[in-house]
């Protein structure tokens, strides 16, 4: 074995020894074997985009998920339909083909009505890669508008008493008033775009106040999370832990992990606030130190089979684009190290390649394992973080111009 493919296969789990010894992972950054990288990266990118540009003109909503490798959809975007156009802007950067745009434009035109939708809190998934990136590349006035409108909609859900903004349910609805996801840690990127953009500071305020308490009532001392945690809706008082897609209210759902590594770096980069970097670091550390030789994350770390339990992709590469933006924020080159990896790792273990009949690009990911819906699948999140990821590795200027990469 060459040195390049052991500096490749080099598991994370030693990474993040090296990280807690406090060693910087230079002499892996610099036996990387950049040329391979790179070549790899580029084909998953090129295939994916392929794969868009296939399948994409006949889709007339949004895929949530695979079933038998093929799409099925949603008509009003349940929480997952601005990863479809996001993924069409990716696409429309990486290959120049005007006709990625105009598929872009149709798909985010029909998440209209849900800007003024205030009974979720996936306003940021649903509204960020698909309107707010739709003014960053058209200029166009009317997605800027629309994208402070859901954030309008979306500070709607916020709790005064507790500080949190509350994740499903109606606001009408009494069931779930005072349930908190780690998933929206995600979604808050749109309040701070809401506040660049009008001035009002309302926004920002409540994204912090909402990272503040997930960063005080989630994060256990080893730096590993719970899907879920539960307040008290009148009192806002902290109830404790719970779970509705990891397999317990103590275990560790790998997506959540990843929303919270990539939810955490987003909201330091916004305020500069030192102790939200250090909680970004802890969930990463705690990722990484859980990651198996093929670097692609369990479905739950703390599952009773973990790591030897099925697989969700998508925590993979969500988590890498928030390791890339950790290695530039820290100076430390280990985190880069690792999200090339499982870029890596994931472009030549979970794609689709070897099949006639796929639609989708990513394989291997895991949507609801306790309610066993959408085992080992493709999901859209996956295939947009996919290349979000790698596009920041060829060129981070182009995803730059899709989603603000910059920091306070
Ligand atoms: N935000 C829901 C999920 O990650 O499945």
């Not at 080099?10 to 990387?32: E, K, L």
């Not at 009008?198 to 719970?226: E, K, M």
């Not at 999140?381 to 910059?406: C, F, H, T």
Request: charged content about 20%.
């Amino acid at each position: 074995m060459s040195v390049t493919r052991r500096t490749l296969l080099t598991t994370a789990a030693g990474a993040a020894v090296a990280a807690s010894a406090g060693t910087s992972a230079v002499a892996s950054a610099t036996t990387f074997d950049q040329a391979s990288t790179t070549r790899t990266l580029r084909q998953a990118a090129d295939y994916a985009v392929a794969k868009l540009g296939a399948v994409a003109p006949g889709v007339t909503a949004f895929p949530v998920g695979t079933k038998f490798e093929k799409w099925t959809y949603s008509n009003n975007g349940d929480w997952v339909g601005g990863f479809w156009p996001g993924q069409l802007w990716l696409a429309w950067l990486h290959s120049g083909d005007d006709r990625f745009k105009t598929l872009a434009l149709a798909s985010a035109e029909k998440l209209a009505p849900r800007q003024n939708d205030t009974g979720t809190h996936d306003l940021g998934f649903l509204f960020y890669p698909s309107w707010v990136t739709a003014w960053r590349l058209t200029g166009d006035d009317k997605w800027r508008a629309g994208a402070v409108q859901a954030a309008s909609s979306l500070i709607k859900r916020y709790n005064p008493a507790g500080k949190f903004i509350r994740a499903w349910g109606a606001l009408t609805d009494p069931k779930d008033a005072g349930r908190v996801i780690m998933d929206t840690m995600m979604n808050l990127d749109l309040l701070s775009f809401a506040t660049q953009q009008t001035g009002d500071r309302q926004y920002l305020d409540i994204a912090v106040a909402h990272a503040r308490t997930a960063q005080r009532n989630f994060v256990r001392p080893d730096g590993s999370t719970p899907h879920v945690f539960d307040f008290d809706p009148v009192t806002g008082a902290p109830i404790g832990p719970n779970t509705v897609q990891g397999y317990s209210p103590t275990s560790c759902w790998s997506r959540g992990q990843a929303w919270g590594v990539y939810g955490f770096t987003t909201i330091h980069r916004r305020t500069g606030d030192p102790e939200f970097l250090a909680t970004a670091r802890k969930l990463a550390d705690y990722a990484l130190s859980r990651l198996t030789s093929d670097h692609v994350p369990v479905w739950d770390y703390l599952a009773p089979q973990a790591p030897n339990d099925v697989k969700d992709a998508s925590a993979g590469v969500i988590m890498a684009c928030g390791l890339l933006d950790l290695a530039e924020l820290t100076h430390r080159t280990q985190y880069r190290d690792s999200a090339l990896r499982i870029l890596t790792a994931i472009s030549q273990t979970c794609l689709t390649t070897k099949s006639t009949r796929a639609e989708a690009s990513v394989a291997r990911c895991t949507r609801n394992r306790p309610a066993e819906d959408g085992v080992e699948v493709s999901l859209p999140y996956a295939d947009y973080y996919l290349l979000e990821g790698i596009l920041r590795v060829l060129d981070r200027r182009k995803v730059d111009r899709a989603v603000d990469l910059s920091s306070v």
